[in-house]
């Protein structure tokens, strides 16, 4: 992969995954974004700002670079942003691969391209389901998930009429130093910050603490996208999880218990979803059969270095 273009390069994901490029490959890199600047710097990386649903810009800038590797990872990520704006949920994650791929197609780049989808397109499973393997059927309950599944469509589509690579990883829940807030365990870590430098009262608010769910911290996460490139199958879709379930109220419990602030809990209705999943937990045999990935960071690492950089954040 002597070129690799890395789109949603100004967002979190891509913050770890372009330096694991850089020294796992050692490729020209080039990143695609919305922001001034990239999430992270590295040698070489060139960088553009491109709204992917402006179909003329992403075709200029591909014919530019002409890549042989795309890690597609531009999206609207969030579940609950998804309830307030389904529009432009729809239209960056499923127009926004469609100019992705089309201007491809159009230039006759022959690449292969990683789709970053999502457990949320299993939905609502029954508790003695799980853990979920990638046969499982998909039943997306929120607009993103509808989203994920149309990506994931649209890129095996591009894969059998084509003959394209392309490969595909459902993730589970991710987290680590850099992510946005607006998810959960990034949501508790800044909240204990801010309390420990005054900044905000000693309550912390909460959604729902009963689900259950699959973390995988996001440096994991990077390494099993960059090996399902490798090794990947085209037209695959594989499970990047840890194969444990953990209660959000155990996640809030290790976080607290790494403060010596005095916090109190409470719930915060604003924080519920309209369609909460109970409990999500995936298999990771077919990745770890396939590709030789397997996670090493324990949660109660990511959970320590998601409080650290929000410290190092919030005491500026």
Not at 45 to 66: A, C, H, N, P
């Amino acid at each position: 992969m002597e070129r690799t273009l890395v789109t949603g390069a100004d967002g979190f994901v891509a913050s770890h995954l372009i330096p694991e490029l850089f020294h796992g490959w050692g490729c020209e890199l080039f990143g695609l974004g919305l922001r001034p600047e990239p999430s992270c710097s590295v040698v070489g990386l060139e960088y553009r700002v491109v709204d992917l649903t402006d179909f003329e810009g992403v075709e200029k800038v591909l014919d530019g670079f002409r890549p042989d590797a795309v890690f597609h990872l531009a999206a609207q990520p969030s579940v609950a942003r998804s309830w307030e704006d389904p529009w432009s949920t729809y239209r960056v994650n499923l127009l926004g691969q469609v100019n992705l791929m089309e201007a491809m197609r159009r230039l006759g780049i022959e690449a292969s391209v990683h789709i970053a989808c999502s457990s949320e397109e299993y939905g609502r499973v029954s508790p003695d389901e799980m853990p979920l393997d990638e046969g499982a059927p998909l039943n997306p309950c929120s607009h993103y998930a509808v989203s994920k599944v149309g990506q994931e469509v649209l890129g095996k589509m591009y894969s059998e009429a084509f003959s394209w690579r392309v490969l595909i990883t459902r993730g589970f829940n991710q987290a680590g130093p850099g992510q946005s807030p607006d998810f959960v365990v990034s949501s508790f870590a800044r909240q204990i910050a801010l309390v420990e430098c005054g900044k905000a009262e000693p309550v912390l608010k909460v959604g729902n603490l009963e689900a259950r769910r699959d973390f995988t911290d996001v440096r994991d996460t990077v390494r099993a996208y960059q090996m399902v490139m490798e090794k990947g199958r085209p037209g695959a879709a594989y499970n990047v999880c840890s194969g444990v379930a953990s209660a959000i109220s155990e996640v809030l419990e290790i976080l607290l218990g790494m403060s010596d602030a005095r916090i109190t809990v409470a719930k915060d209705p604003a924080r519920q979803r309209p369609s909460d999943i109970p409990v999500l937990v995936g298999d990771n045999s077919l990745v770890r059969e396939e590709t030789g990935w397997q996670p090493e960071i324990p949660l109660e690492k990511t959970l320590g270095d998601t409080l650290e950089y929000w410290r190092s954040i919030e005491s500026r």
